[in-house]
């Protein structure tokens, strides 16, 4: 199933992890957008609010630049940079926009220059242009490539595990981090380093554990520099699927860690019947700002018995294919609505009487009540389950300030 | 894998060279010819006269889901015939759409999946903007050969292009290695062209002679190598062939 590619309407609550939270997760990291003045005003006013004013610049470009060309300016611009920046850069991201892939910058020339200028520091290259987002190499694939380009080749790897493709960290008392740390393995998460040489280790993990599909290209391109190996763990509430993952897991460390999740499991069945008595046949919405595969997670929660009536989502990915066929063969009546289409401008705002997961399924909907679940980030396996049940238990309880979740949750940064 | 890219002023006979090129290597080596000229011909008398589709025109009519045997075929002695394309005339970047054509190809693994030994790229001269740069950057062509007659307008692009590959040489982009004269019969062309090589500092390492079978050949949609192996003209092309093979493979002009 694809969606019309036409006009589009943008709600206030479309937002997530944009390029600058992403890229900044680096510590010790900067950034230098080269773009037009009025370009990404929307990021850079988001980047104030969330706090990210000090790890951002902006180098701006005119017309007669553009009909020139504007290597030296871009050296120009990062020689400045580095004399005014008082704290020490270990990386910095020069992102271009949109404009020079019609240009056609050489930008991996230009910082393969600068790079030896500034040997103590990591150049890596950022593209910020929406235009690539129907395309196969979106900005947060090619960002998140580029993150993981900074990354050394280790000599030798250790026997750890790094997971891949997650912006908050998965908590320590997760069963998977429980179980492979009763079996002697560290894991390691970006959001868990606090310098850059701590991120520089996420490369000495002999295994890896991909979260989310938008790792894969970078994982992938890493891996053909190294002798690690990964397996995917996507975000799925379904049991079945989870104990599918750990057996993956299982296998590729050649060691088993299921047995330690029995308690883990237990938990999160019983969540999910907390959470069904305390929603009852109240109507569910389901939307693309909680979770990578929202039709997946809706197949999910229809077979646990929850009353789902409706899907937002812009774009529909990997296992979702599969999920809208199960959709339209057995659970017919759930609506799939295009978040993203004109006509959601024109959309019947009376305050619904259901709840929403995912900020924009509550913004669209109006809904009386609202689980705050985003990206699916922090969640996994029974653990995840047990939180998003929990979060929907709780979120029945009382009317939900729409608007204070928005601004808390953000649009795209 | 050698990676040439041929440039020239427009209408100077960069895709006649090209294909005869393409069609003279055939016979040694698995050669691939992408044509990155917005009019998409570049290729066509290597494919019996047929205008084939076009890596922009195939990502408009099908989207992303493309394969790479919708826009590489198989041509004259099995040379892979590619064309970028362009844009809808007098509207859109024409540069734009190299940079979206190579980008394609570089996605779908056209060189992992086709393996060949030779890949010619046959480049639009008149405009040096990024787009046009594209071939010679790192990672695609490294040996640029300029096609040139010796008229005024064609001397004065072979030198916008040597100027503009002399502006990257702290790169590691392609070099100009040498310089093919097509005849045009202008007078002291020799002499004119030489001229211009030897204060660039590089050699005239072939003349094309005119020759009307050239156009005979292109009228049954085929290269001279093809329909009149056994003429001058086509010895032209193969000793081309053979002296820029060998200045490929030491890297000296």
């Given at each position: 199933m694809k969606f019309d590619g036409n006009l589009c309407y943008c709600s206030?609550?479309?937002?997530?992890?944009?390029i600058i939270r992403v890229a900044a997760l680096i510590p010790e990291s900067y950034l230098l957008f080269v773009c037009p003045a009025a370009c990404f005003r929307h990021g850079a006013l988001g980047a104030i609010q969330h706090g990210y004013k000090n790890r951002i610049s902006y180098l701006y470009i005119d017309q007669e630049d553009i009909v020139e060309g504007y290597d030296s300016l871009i050296e120009d611009g990062i020689d400045e940079l580095l004399q005014r920046t008082k704290e020490k850069i270990k990386l910095l991201f020069v992102y271009v926009s949109c404009l020079d892939d019609f240009i056609g910058t050489d930008l991996d020339a230009v910082l393969e220059k600068i790079g030896k200028k500034y040997p103590d520091i990591v150049f890596r290259p950022g593209h910020m242009n929406p235009i690539a987002s129907s395309t196969k190499l979106p900005p947060a694939v090619t960002t998140y490539d580029s993150m993981l380009k900074a990354l050394p080749v280790h000599e030798s790897l250790d026997e750890n595990i790094t997971f891949y493709g997650n912006f908050v960290g998965i908590p320590e008392d997760n069963e998977l981090i429980t179980a492979l740390k009763n079996a002697g393995k560290k894991v390691r998460q970006l959001s868990n380093c606090s310098t850059f040489e701590e991120y520089r280790e996420l490369s000495l993990s002999k295994y890896g554990i991909l979260l989310k599909p938008l790792a894969r290209l970078g994982l992938v391109n890493l891996e053909k520099k190294t002798e690690a190996v990964h397996c995917n763990m996507f975000a799925s509430y379904d049991m079945d699927i989870i104990k599918k993952s750990y057996e993956d897991i299982e296998k590729m460390l050649g060691m088993?860690?299921?047995?330690?999740?029995a308690m883990a499991e237990k938990k999160a069945l019983k969540a999910i019947k907390n959470a069904k008595e305390a929603v009852k046949d109240l109507p569910v919405y389901v939307s693309d700002s909680a979770t990578v595969f929202p039709c997946s997670l809706a197949v999910t929660l229809l077979k646990y018995g929850f009353n789902i009536k409706r899907i937002y989502a812009v774009d529909l990915v990997g296992p979702d294919q599969d999920a809208i066929r199960e959709l339209s063969e057995q659970y017919p009546d759930v609506e799939i609505i295009?978040?993203?289409?004109?006509k959601m401008n024109i959309r019947e705002r009376n305050e619904s009487y259901a709840l929403a997961i995912g900020e924009e399924a509550a913004y669209l909907s109006n809904s009386r009540f609202v689980a705050d679940i985003s990206a699916d980030e922090g969640l996994l396996g029974y653990q995840g389950v047990m939180i998003l049940m929990d979060t929907l238990t709780e979120a029945v309880k009382e009317k939900a300030d729409i608007r204070k979740l928005i601004e808390e949750y953000g649009g795209i940064v | 894998m050698i990676k040439i890219a041929v440039y020239g002023k427009g209408g100077i006979g960069k895709s006649t060279t090209t294909s005869n090129l393409a069609a003279a290597l055939s016979k040694k080596y698995k050669v691939m010819q992408i044509g990155c000229d917005p009019k998409a011909d570049s290729t066509k008398n290597l494919m019996g006269g047929r205008k084939t589709s076009t890596v922009l025109g195939t990502i408009k009519e099908k989207g992303e889901d493309i394969r790479l045997e919708d826009i590489v075929h198989v041509g004259y002695n099995g040379v892979l015939c590619v064309e970028a394309g362009g844009p809808t005339p007098g509207i859109g970047c024409a540069g734009l759409g190299i940079i979206s054509a190579f980008q394609k190809l570089e996605e779908l693994g056209a060189f992992e999946t086709y393996k060949p030994d030779i890949v010619l790229y046959d480049v639009l001269g008149d405009v040096v903007c990024g787009g046009f740069a594209m071939p010679i950057r790192d990672g695609y062509a490294e040996h640029i050969f300029i096609v040139t007659s010796g008229e005024m307008m064609a001397l004065f692009a072979a030198d916008n292009i040597n100027r503009a590959v002399n502006n990257f040489k702290d790169r590691g982009y392609a070099r100009v290695r040498g310089i093919v004269l097509n005849e045009r019969l202008v007078e002291n062309e020799d002499q004119l062209v030489s001229q211009f090589a030897r204060e660039n500092g590089l050699n005239v390492i072939q003349t094309i002679h005119r020759s009307k079978m050239v156009q005979l050949a292109e009228d049954d949609g085929m290269t001279v190598v093809e329909k009149f192996p056994d003429s001058d003209i086509a010895q032209d092309y193969k000793s081309l062939a053979d002296k820029m093979i060998e200045i490929c493979s030491e890297g000296v002009a």
């Open positions: 206030p609550a479309h937002g997530g992890w944009g088993q860690i299921i047995p330690d999740m295009q978040a993203d289409h004109p | -």
